[in-house]
């Protein structure tokens, strides 16, 4: 191994620690073992902050990730781990003994979620063009020509490979489903859009990028003056001078250059708000932040009163994103996001890339389906293109070293905050704390559920009752199966963005 590698696991390890309490809990004793590196055998093996169960998971890995052991704890009791040993492991937690074997290997060195060279995006994407496509549990299901169910039109897939059975061309999905060829498009590799890293000495208006395709530029500002020239979408202006001192109309870009304010994705440096760096956070130089303004819709990433990199996003539209600070409550490198249970719009998306959640289901994330970034779309997230999802997930502490697919910080109060705010309010608006922090709440989702159940039995009990010809019609066939019964055609999903 280079001297490199070990140096990024030190740095690694640290970020970690940073964000973990440090020492071991009164509770646990640990004491010296013979067995310096385990690996974990499970497609999904879980670490926990204390050596029992139930006891709340701190990280998920993946199959064939390393750990270095630092000692080994007697189980408590025969739950979880069925009274065998368990392994304090670095940089923090415990694993039970029973789901990982022993390795001369170290951890190796990465970063969750590795993009393959000259690529934007982990895996590879397809979009659902047919409505009601069928989609095959295995190869001889295909053959058999018996689906497993039938997708929605605009839903994405994970696609690991193409595949051939028989004559027909498949593509098989990353949980091994197969689906027809021509039923799906390729999705390419999302938008190659990406913010500048910056660095400012002072608070204020910084720069802007443009809205418009042709944004024109005025000698003058007004829209009397005459047009000097017209720039692209998302062109980079500084921010020099504004027509006033609230609220400008007007932004000077250069020397007799003016663009109109409504023109721009405004991005300000502003200082550090009420509850977003801690004390701890100093002192532990855990100072990192974000702040998200949805009026512009810009998201400008900080270290305690510096900023570090800007760009544009895309909040929610439909489900606006909820302003507050907010910690974030997990990260994760790659989930599908649905729908929940009390939504009526169905949607889902698979491999959802470089996710923070922040509150309950909203999340920064990567966003591969669509390039309108600088405009509200999501379903209440916010929505990144894919090289600023990476680089904000990676810089965010703690970065995840290869293997690890999960990490639930087992405080919040060390854990980055997102601050969203809209500047587009009237001056003087009093910020608010929209939602509470942390994961959804079990009890108020449970409510939802019930309400929303509640709601279509009695839109179903309004509807007229089918005739007894009619059921008797659409019982079934003699094969077993049902005939799927043609509704009208509903207008296409929208992507989902949260």
Same mark, same amino acid.
């Given at each position: 191994?280079?001297?490199?590698?070990?140096?990024?696991?030190?740095?690694?390890?640290?970020?970690?620690?940073?964000?973990?309490?440090?020492?071991?809990?009164?509770?646990?004793?640990?004491?010296?073992?013979?067995?310096?590196?385990?690996?974990?055998?499970?497609?999904?093996?879980?670490?926990?902050?204390?050596?029992?169960?139930?006891? %709340?998971?701190?990280?998920?890995?993946?199959?064939?990730?390393?750990?270095?052991?630092?000692?080994?704890?007697?189980?408590?009791?025969?739950? #979880?781990?069925?009274?065998?040993?368990?392994?304090?492991?670095?940089?923090?937690?415990?694993?039970?003994?029973?789901?990982?074997?022993?390795?001369?290997?170290?951890?190796?060195?990465?970063?969750? @979620?590795?993009?393959?060279?000259?690529?934007?995006?982990?895996? *590879?994407?397809?979009?659902?063009?047919?409505? =009601?496509?069928? +989609?095959?549990?295995?190869?001889?299901?295909?053959? $058999?020509?018996?689906?497993?169910?039938? @997708?929605?039109?605009?839903? +994405?897939?994970?696609?690991?490979?193409?595949?051939?059975?028989?004559?027909?061309?498949?593509?098989?999905?990353?949980?091994?489903?197969?689906?027809?060829?021509?039923?799906?498009?390729?999705?390419?590799?999302?938008?190659?859009?990406?913010?500048?890293?910056?660095?400012?000495?002072?608070?204020?208006?910084?720069?802007?990028?443009?809205?418009?395709?042709?944004?024109?530029?005025?000698?003058?500002?007004?829209?009397?003056?005459?047009?000097?020239?017209?720039?692209?979408?998302?062109?980079?202006?500084?921010?020099?001078?504004?027509? $006033?001192?609230?609220?400008?109309?007007?932004?000077?870009?250069?020397?007799?250059?003016?663009?109109?304010?409504?023109?721009? &994705?405004?991005?300000?440096?502003?200082?550090?708000?009420?509850?977003?760096?801690?004390?701890?956070?100093?002192?532990?130089?855990?100072?990192?932040?974000?702040?998200?303004?949805?009026?512009?819709?810009?998201?400008?990433?900080?270290?305690?009163? +510096?900023?570090?990199? *800007?760009?544009?996003?895309?909040?929610?539209?439909?489900?606006?994103?909820?302003? #507050?600070?907010?910690?974030?409550?997990?990260?994760?490198?790659?989930?599908?996001?649905? &729908?929940?249970? !009390?939504?009526? %719009?169905?949607?889902?998306?698979? =491999?959802?890339?470089?996710?923070?959640?922040?509150?309950?289901?909203? *999340?920064?994330?990567? *966003? !591969?389906?669509?390039? =309108?970034?600088?405009?509200?779309?999501?379903?209440?997230?916010?929505?990144?293109?894919?090289?600023?999802?990476?680089?904000?997930?990676?810089?965010?502490?703690?970065?995840?070293?290869?293997?690890?697919?999960?990490?639930?910080?087992?405080?919040?109060?060390?854990?980055?905050?997102?601050?969203?705010?809209?500047?587009?309010?009237?001056?003087?608006?009093?910020?608010?704390?929209?939602?509470?922090?942390?994961?959804?709440?079990?009890?108020?989702?449970?409510?939802?559920?019930?309400?929303?159940?509640?709601?279509?039995?009695?839109? $179903?009990?309004?509807?007229?009752?089918?005739?007894?010809?009619?059921?008797?019609?659409?019982?079934?066939?003699?094969? =077993?199966?049902?005939?799927?019964?043609?509704?009208?055609? +509903?207008?296409?999903?929208?992507?989902?963005?949260?």
């Amino acid at each position: 191994m280079s001297v490199l590698g070990p140096l990024l696991l030190a740095q690694t390890v640290r970020a970690l620690m940073a964000t973990e309490p440090s020492g071991e809990p009164d509770d646990v004793t640990v004491r010296p073992t013979e067995v310096r590196f385990v690996e974990a055998r499970q497609l999904e093996t879980v670490v926990r902050g204390r050596p029992w169960v139930p006891h %709340k998971r701190v990280a998920t890995v993946s199959k064939g990730t390393r750990f270095v052991v630092r000692g080994e704890v007697d189980s408590r009791d025969d739950e #979880g781990c069925h009274g065998k040993v368990w392994y304090a492991v670095w940089p923090f937690g415990y694993l039970c003994s029973e789901h990982v074997r022993t390795s001369e290997r170290p951890p190796d060195v990465g970063t969750a @979620l590795p993009v393959p060279e000259g690529k934007r995006l982990p895996v *590879a994407y397809a979009i659902v063009r047919t409505e =009601g496509a069928p +989609s095959y549990a295995s190869i001889e299901d295909a053959q $058999a020509d018996v689906p497993e169910q039938a @997708l929605t039109h605009g839903m +994405s897939l994970v696609i690991a490979r193409g595949i051939d059975v028989g004559a027909q061309s498949f593509v098989q999905t990353a949980e091994g489903k197969l689906v027809r060829r021509e039923d799906v498009g390729y999705m390419g590799q999302g938008s190659a859009w990406r913010g500048v890293d910056i660095e400012a000495e002072r608070t204020g208006p910084l720069l802007g990028w443009t809205r418009q395709t042709k944004t024109a530029v005025r000698s003058t500002p007004s829209r009397e003056a005459p047009v000097i020239r017209t720039v692209g979408r998302r062109e980079r202006v500084p921010l020099l001078e504004p027509d $006033a001192a609230i609220r400008p109309l007007w932004w000077r870009v250069g020397e007799d250059a003016w663009i109109e304010a409504d023109d721009l &994705n405004e991005v300000h440096v502003v200082e550090p708000p009420p509850g977003v760096l801690s004390e701890f956070r100093l002192a532990a130089g855990n100072d990192q932040w974000f702040d998200v303004d949805v009026g512009e819709q810009v998201i400008v990433a900080y270290r305690g009163t +510096s900023p570090q990199h *800007a760009t544009l996003v895309s909040s929610g539209r439909g489900s606006p994103t909820p302003l #507050g600070n907010y910690p974030v409550w997990a990260k994760v490198a790659i989930m599908d996001m649905a &729908n929940q249970e !009390y939504e009526d %719009k169905p949607y889902m998306v698979q =491999g959802v890339p470089w996710v923070m959640l922040f509150q309950g289901h909203n *999340a920064l994330h990567g *966003a !591969y389906w669509h390039d =309108g970034f600088g405009k509200r779309r999501s379903h209440g997230c916010v929505n990144l293109a894919p090289l600023d999802a990476r680089w904000m997930f990676e810089w965010a502490g703690p970065s995840l070293p290869e293997g690890w697919t999960g990490y639930l910080p087992s405080e919040l109060g060390r854990s980055p905050v997102v601050h969203v705010r809209d500047s587009s309010q009237p001056p003087g608006s009093t910020f608010t704390q929209q939602r509470p922090i942390g994961p959804p709440d079990r009890e108020a989702e449970r409510a939802k559920a019930e309400a929303a159940a509640e709601r279509r039995a009695a839109l $179903a009990d309004a509807l007229p009752e089918v005739s007894a010809d009619a059921a008797e019609r659409w019982e079934g066939r003699a094969d =077993g199966t049902v005939p799927r019964v043609e509704a009208p055609p +509903s207008p296409p999903l929208r992507p989902h963005g949260g």
